[in-house]
């Protein structure tokens, strides 16, 4: 089938659309009922009706969107009535969801009355925070918007003029950076006179662009001032300049910008613009040039960007709408000014100059991702954007006095949106800001690999660690300039410096373990993961990362010999924590112990409890077995129990653990109540202790990918100092994370 038949039979199977309402309360018992609807929803309807405010408080209304079109000017398919929007408009709902967490309601009026349509959105202000307008034909967008936001004391926001106008402007911005030309003195030609135009040209005039210096042109050619056929709106941007076509405009101009049709722009267009020239061939679904014609046509740089994913710099709205919404709706903003959408604009050409996290570069392709020429405005999948450009929009609202709730805290407000994107942010964040409190030195023995280098720039940038890059010096600073990263990383490396004092160490270490002097100086010159464990042993560094490139046993091999377990430790054990959308577990030992016996069941429960509360998860644990208390009695159901046993008889364990149990038994509260109301357990356990590696590997697994669960991990516990080994391919994010980890573990050890 072709992209119609399967775009049908998409939006057909069952249940059809792409939207659908669901409850956030309870609703399993009479009770639960009876507050949702009659006879106790009474209560709230009276306090609202004594002050409206109280609809924020008790209502979705300040989570909630109305999307009204009337359908008369649909992207690529014109005046198709308002019936046949509603795929478009449900689109666009599914799109505040998935990027915002906005809950939408997709009107589509079928109304061509500009009154009509006015009074039937003003009429609906109760129900909503904020309105989308969308797919509204020129002119008669502009009074609608106008009129409604006069009217209406929530933000009103028409997304075909102003979301192409704020993305193509934080665009704008950086191009002009790169190029090394002010805004105020670019000569920019605009391609098309319509809603989006005309609100793109007004928006770079807010960002500093002289209004003087835009020519814009229509069907007709250049808008001049002689001209006697133009609307109040094309009027404010004619220009005192003789007639001429769309080609006589862009001669010597900086930049054009397209939002007209495609293939209007020749090659010989473009080689007659300015030095560097930037052009936003915006028309979709063929821009106006595409984009190899366009860097083809100069041998200079030429900054392309279109409103296609299949080429760099793509335009699209989504990077806007989704946030600048957000914003706006957590201020209880009574409108969407120009100091919010400028704020939206510096805010994506800032986050456009920051290393691109991997999970991004993987959505692309793993196309290079790099502030640049092809690199100026963020991906839409970036989920930074929500974090970055949602607070900047607050902030605006509140400092320009449209907002009626003040946020105290923009950091804090930061993490609660990140907390969006899923429970294992929420977790980490936990963790990544006790790090910062008092950041440590942490070796990344694998320092030459680039993932481990970006992951230093993070640390540093973010304050989260101090990080010491091990191996060649020469080679990791090239790297880090090829990236682009702008930092000064320290760096160990073993052939440039004196390593003897580690070399005496490890023979001390080891010397009774078969290894020479001459072996130990090997060791610590020709492999970083036993130079990283010494300088935590000896102190030159708190912590230590390893395993990028290894197995997961011969990256672990160096810091067992080295550094070992902890005083009250004879196990290390490795621990994953996964979360899911409501909650967290923590699951050991995944990765070092094949055939625990019960003492190392224990102590490694004992350790994934102080893990747990590390992430201020208070702990209760269960041993899981195929067996529920004693129904099952053999050997290794016996093991189980002894551990338990010996949790129950120790003074120092102060947390909930029981077993033997089965996995239901111990996540299921029903069960736990109802059939094992004896267990220690008076609540689903969050710490998941395995019998043996193999099924605390599959068990993690599976939790992982058929529950979907978000993993971080594996950390290790028991070690005397802090070390960590990560998984083969894991990305920049969980280095950063792992660091982070092992920062609050060296914390915890001062």
Do not use: W
């Not at 998409?10 to 939207?19: L, M, T």
């Not at 409850?23 to 639960?32: E, I």
């Not at 440039?496 to 010397?511: I, K, P, T, V």
Request: net charge negative; aromatic share 6%.
């Amino acid at each position: 089938m072709g992209l119609d038949d399967d775009a049908r039979e998409y939006h057909r199977e069952p249940p059809a659309g792409k939207i659908a309402i669901e409850t956030t309360k309870p609703t399993n018992t009479q009770r639960d009922l009876s507050l949702a609807y009659s006879p106790g929803v009474a209560a709230p309807c009276r306090d609202i009706d004594d002050d409206p405010t109280a609809a924020f408080e008790y209502t979705a209304k300040g989570n909630l969107v109305g999307v009204v079109s009337n359908g008369s000017a649909v992207l690529g398919l014109g005046d198709i009535g308002a019936q046949a929007s509603k795929p478009v408009m449900e689109g666009k709902g599914v799109l505040f969801k998935r990027f915002a967490d906005i809950d939408v309601f997709d009107i589509e009026l079928d109304l061509g009355d500009p009154d009509a349509f006015v009074e039937s959105v003003a009429a609906m202000e109760p129900t909503f925070g904020g309105i989308n307008l969308e797919d509204i034909k020129a002119p008669e967008c502009f009074e609608i918007e106008n009129r409604l936001g006069e009217r209406m004391d929530i933000p009103v926001f028409h997304d075909d003029q102003h979301g192409t106008a704020i993305i193509s402007g934080a665009a704008l911005l950086n191009a002009a950076d790169i190029t090394g030309k002010p805004l105020d003195e670019l000569d920019i030609v605009f391609s098309g006179a319509g809603a989006s135009a005309i609100a793109t040209a007004e928006f770079y005039v807010s960002l500093g662009v002289d209004h003087d210096s835009i020519t814009m042109c229509d069907s007709s050619g250049i808008i001049t001032t002689d001209r006697d056929d133009l609307n109040k709106y094309k009027q404010r941007f004619a220009s005192d300049v003789p007639d001429g076509d769309l080609a006589d405009a862009m001669e010597g101009a900086d930049v054009f910008v397209g939002l007209s049709v495609g293939g209007i722009v020749s090659q010989s267009m473009v080689r007659s613009m300015a030095d560097n020239p930037i052009i936003f061939a915006m028309a979709n679904p063929d821009p106006e040039i595409d984009y190899e014609s366009a860097k083809a046509a100069r041998e200079d740089d030429v900054i392309v960007a279109t409103g296609r994913s299949d080429y760099p710099n793509m335009v699209n709205n989504v990077l806007g709408f989704p946030f600048i919404f957000r914003g706006a709706l957590d201020v209880r903003a009574t409108d969407i000014n120009e100091d919010m959408k400028r704020a939206a604009a510096e805010a994506l050409a800032e986050l456009a100059r920051k290393d691109v996290p991997d999970e991004v570069v993987k959505a692309y392709g793993d196309q290079p991702l790099q502030f640049g020429p092809d690199y100026v405005i963020p991906k839409p999948l970036d989920p930074r954007v929500l974090f970055e450009v949602a607070p900047a929009v607050a902030e605006a609202a509140m400092d320009s006095g449209c907002a009626r709730t003040e946020i105290d805290d923009l950091d804090t407000y930061a993490e609660q949106l990140e907390a969006r994107l899923g429970k294992s942010r929420e977790m980490m964040r936990i963790v990544l800001n006790k790090a910062k409190s008092d950041p440590k030195r942490v070796a990344l023995s694998e320092g030459t690999d680039e993932k481990m280098i970006r992951a230093a720039y993070q640390l540093t940038e973010e304050g989260i660690a101090d990080p010491v890059l091990l191996g060649d010096e020469a080679e990791i600073r090239r790297t880090a300039d090829r990236l682009g990263l702008a930092f000064e990383p320290e760096v160990v490396d073993p052939s440039g410096r004196e390593l003897d004092a580690y070399a005496d160490q490890l023979y001390a270490l080891r010397r009774r373990k078969g290894v020479t002097r001459s072996e130990a100086a090997e060791l610590i010159e020709g492999d970083t993961n036993y130079l990283g464990s010494v300088m935590v042993e000896t102190g030159d560094a708190d912590a230590m990362l390893t395993g990028l490139t290894h197995h997961y046993p011969s990256a672990l091999r160096a810091p067992l010999q080295v550094i070992g377990t902890a005083d009250d430790a004879n196990y290390a054990a490795g621990v994953y924590l996964l979360a899911f959308k409501n909650r967290v577990v923590f699951c050991a030992d995944t990765t070092v112990n094949q055939h625990p016996d019960a003492d190392v069941l224990a102590e490694v429960t004992k350790h994934t409890a102080e893990l747990a509360r590390s992430f201020n998860v208070e702990p209760r644990a269960a041993m899981l077995s195929y067996s529920n208390f004693g129904s099952v009695r053999n050997e290794a159901t016996a093991t189980i129990r002894e551990a338990v046993s010996r949790l129950h008889g120790d003074s120092a364990v102060d947390f909930p653990i029981d077993g033997e149990m089965q996995a239901d038994t111990a996540v299921v509260e029903d069960i736990l109540s109802d059939t094992y109301e004896f267990s220690q357990l008076d609540a689903p356990a969050n710490v998941l202790i395995f019998p043996n590696l193999e099924s605390g590997n599959i068990g993690y697994k599976l939790l992982q990918r058929l529950g979907g669960a978000a993993a971080i991990g594996p950390m290790l516990v028991g070690m005397d100092k802090p070390v960590h080994v990560l998984q083969r391919g894991d990305e920049v994010k969980d280095i950063v994370n792992l660091a982070g980890v092992a920062v609050v573990d060296a914390q915890d050890s001062d």
